[in-house]
């Protein structure tokens, strides 16, 4: 029998937890989970049980701003005959807006 792995806090996760989400659903995850600097595993812990999501700038971080900012601008180009903005294109801006808002803190 192999040993127990624990985490960096001295827990022993045994459970797995599995659900299925759309692949925006799973966009709109996964550039959270890039933006918060955080594993995934991490991020949606901390989601579920209502924590706060701290951002600690680093160069990965910054890179996630980066490409998430080029997407959008992208996205806006390509709507801006007048079309009609998507719900995911506004919870990226936002999510964007408040991960650069909490770094102007540090």
């Known amino acids: 029998m192999s040993a127990k792995n624990l985490d960096s806090k001295g827990r022993f996760r045994a459970r797995t937890i599995g659900f299925r989400v759309s692949p ?8 959270a989970v890039a933006l918060s600097g955080m594993t995934k595993q991490d991020y949606i812990v901390k989601r579920l049980l209502c924590r706060d ?3 600690q700038g680093n160069p990965r971080v910054y890179k996630a701003l980066k490409n998430q900012l080029a997407e959008v601008l992208a996205e806006l180009k390509r709507i801006e005959n007048g079309a009609n903005i998507d719900t995911e294109l506004l919870e990226t801006i936002r999510l964007i807006n408040t991960t650069l808002y909490g770094l102007k803190g540090e």
């Open 24 to 31: 925006e659903e799973d966009k709109l995850i996964n550039s």
């Open 53 to 55: 999501v701290v951002v």
